[in-house]
Nanobody
Framework: QVQLVESGGGLVQAGDSLRLSCAAS????????MGWFRQAPGKEREFVAA????????VYADSVKGRFTISRDNPKNTVYLQMNSLRPEDTAVYYC?????????????????????WGQGTQVTVSS
């Protein structure tokens, strides 16, 4: 069982930056693929970024490429999402998710259904 707790959300202006953090429980954090998803009001949950458990390969949604960076600190059981050049359309609740890495190919880590564990979410609001 993995528990995930997100933090770092808030209200910012367009062009600002935020860094989200997701702290995970457990002793096998390094064996999990970690992902960030978001859900805006009235919209479906969408993939944002993910980092593979082995080798640290990263995957991004086209809408955030070049602006967002996902990283992980395995000794700290934490995954981060650095968000730069924020836009009003980035406004959403951001969720951290964990997936047992050895059973999921890299090609699947952008699919929300592979993730077994989810955090409670943190609100990011970007004003224009």
């Amino acid at each position: 069982q993995v528990q995930l707790v997100e933090s770092g959300g808030g209200l910012v202006q367009a062009g600002d930056s935020l860094r989200l953090s997701c702290a995970a429980s457990g002793r096998t954090f390094g064996s999990y693929n970690m992902g960030w998803f978001r859900q805006a009001p009235g919209k479906e949950r969408e993939f944002v970024a993910a980092i593979f458990w082995s080798g640290g390969k990263t995957v991004y949604a086209d809408s955030v490429k070049g602006r967002f960076t996902i990283s992980r600190d395995n000794p700290k059981n934490t995954v981060y999402l650095q968000m730069n050049s924020l836009r009003p359309e980035d406004t959403a609740v951001y969720y951290c998710a964990a997936d047992w890495g050895p059973t999921t190919p890299l090609s699947k880590i952008d699919e929300f259904h592979v993730y077994e564990y989810w955090g409670q979410g943190t609100q990011v609001t970007v004003s224009s």
